[in-house]
T-cell receptor, first 111, second 113 residues
Framework: GENVEQHPSTLSVQEGDSAVIKCTYSDSASNYFPWYKQELGKRPQLIIDIRSNVGEKKDQRIAVTLNKTAKHFSLHITETQPEDSAVYFCAASREDDKIIFGKGTRLHILP | DSGVTQTPKHLITATGQRVTLRCSPRSGDLSVYWYQQSLDQGLQFLIQYYNGEERAKGNILERFSAQQFPDLHSELNLSSLELGDSALYFC????????????FGPGTRLTVL
């Protein structure tokens, strides 16, 4: 069945460095790829998303890239800060609304 | 605050019991999604409703059911509860279909003893 693989499951980076989280999807009909951030004990929050007709999207320190041919997309966080520590989820969705989330990446920003 | 509300915040019950979780979407949102998040697990999509109609189904057990009412609030019914059903249950809403731009509620933590 459809699947979204997310790597790594845990990531530790020094404050100020960049972090990259990668996802691959199996359903070629997927056309919408959101990223959610979930802080401890809180609800997931949408931080950035990309649609299949775009290859890259940026929002301040956050960017997402999409390679439709390879069926993978990535989240890039630059100049990481302590408040970036959280669990990040990627997801893939298609027109009939079935959405599949990756298992999450726990990001630790080290002082 | 996302504008999505969920009640109750916490629920403790026994195996074999039945519970109902409630979700009110953001004003104007027609889609409601339900998710299950177990400890250290990702978000498992359960089911989606759009304007009162079931739109998409994920890994929802037969013991679970949901509905969306004319005022667009939604309820998730969990029956014959098992220990493994203990989890955080989130609902999310969006203005349209296609899983776009979902806003999550605070979740209901269900503990089955």
């Amino acid at each position: 069945g459809e699947n979204v693989e997310q790597h790594p499951s845990t990531l530790s980076v020094q404050e100020g460095d960049s972090a990259v989280i990668k996802c691959t999807y199996s359903d070629s009909a997927s056309n919408y790829f959101p990223w959610y951030k979930q802080e401890l004990g809180k609800r997931p929050q949408l931080i950035i998303d990309i649609r299949s007709n775009v290859g890259e999207k940026k929002d301040q320190r956050i960017a997402v890239t999409l390679n439709k041919t390879a069926k993978h997309f990535s989240l890039h966080i630059t100049e990481t800060q302590p408040e970036d520590s959280a669990v990040y989820f990627c997801a893939a969705s298609r027109e009939d609304d079935k959405i599949i989330f990756g298992k999450g990446t726990r990001l630790h920003i080290l002082p | 605050d996302s504008g999505v509300t969920q009640t109750p915040k916490h629920l403790i019950t026994a195996t074999g019991q039945r519970v109902t979780l409630r979700c009110s979407p953001r004003s104007g949102d027609l889609s409601v999604y339900w998710y299950q998040q177990s400890l250290d697990q990702g978000l498992q999509f359960l089911i989606q409703y759009y304007n009162g109609e079931e739109r998409a189904k994920g890994n929802i057990l037969e013991r679970f059911s949901a509905q969306q009412f004319p005022d667009l609030h939604s309820e998730l019914n969990l029956s014959s509860l098992e220990l493994g059903d203990s989890a955080l249950y989130f609902c999310a809403s969006s203005t349209n279909t296609g899983g776009l731009e979902q806003f999550f509620g605070p979740g209901t933590r269900l503990t089955v003893l």
